[in-house]
């Protein structure tokens, strides 16, 4: 056989032992064994790290003075209000309104009548108002009470007030004629007395007035 014919076999065989040690176990071939199966084994795919990623964390708020355990903090203190004190509309001091029913209506003081919605003494009204003057000067002893009064109309605090115009206007008339205040008191019913209960503007210009009674 000639030198040509022998080279490969004698590299098959070379290859064949070589195998044969890295399968077998040689001392030898263990680091190349291990690398070679590492290099061919599949690598495992990458995981996420169970740990979040911290987030940052704003500081806390400042921390304000509390008041101790069982203490309140004081409340400012607020100062009171002025209250405004409006003199009487008439100028004329106005005592203490006499509430009792007055059991005595006299025929010389006549009723004083007034338009809608209005307090101011009519012209014709004047004459009668001069007799009511010739009446409580030729009687000084006596007392007099002047009641307001309305029609249904209007709610019930406004006829209460405008009651209460219609008896100072009187009032003032009267003071202005000489009679002394002290014995003149108002007082107003506004719709609650009326002396006609119809609905209709007959009724509503009768209790439209200013009555009079003597004590």
Not at 30 to 51: C, D, L, N, Q, V
Not at 180 to 201: A, F, K, M, V, W
Request: hydrophobic fraction near 35%; charged fraction near 25%; charge should be negative.
């Amino acid at each position: 056989m000639t030198k040509r014919s022998w080279t490969p076999m004698i590299k098959i065989i070379a290859v064949s032992v070589v195998l044969v040690f890295m399968f077998t176990g040689c001392s030898m071939f263990k680091g190349p064994r291990k690398h070679f199966w590492e290099f061919w084994k599949p690598k495992p795919p990458e995981t996420a790290s169970i740990y979040p990623v911290p987030e940052e964390v704003p500081p806390p708020p400042p921390v304000t003075e509390q008041p101790p355990v069982g203490e309140v903090s004081p409340l400012p203190i607020q100062p009171p209000e002025a209250v405004e004190v409006k003199p009487s509309e008439t100028g004329i001091p106005e005592p203490p309104p006499i509430r009792e029913p007055a059991t005595i209506e006299v025929a010389e003081l006549p009723v004083i009548h007034f338009d809608f919605d209005k307090y101011n003494i009519r012209p014709q009204d004047i004459p009668l108002l001069d007799k009511c003057v010739e009446w409580l000067k030729a009687h000084s002893d006596v007392q007099v009470q002047i009641q307001g009064h309305c029609d249904e109309r209007g709610t019930r605090e406004y006829n209460l007030n405008l009651g209460q115009r219609r008896a100072n206007a009187v009032k003032e008339y009267l003071v202005n004629k000489g009679i002394d205040p002290s014995r003149l008191h108002t007082i107003s019913y506004g719709e609650e007395r009326p002396i006609d209960p119809r609905h209709n503007e007959e009724a509503w210009a009768k209790n439209r007035r200013v009555q009079f009674f003597v004590y």
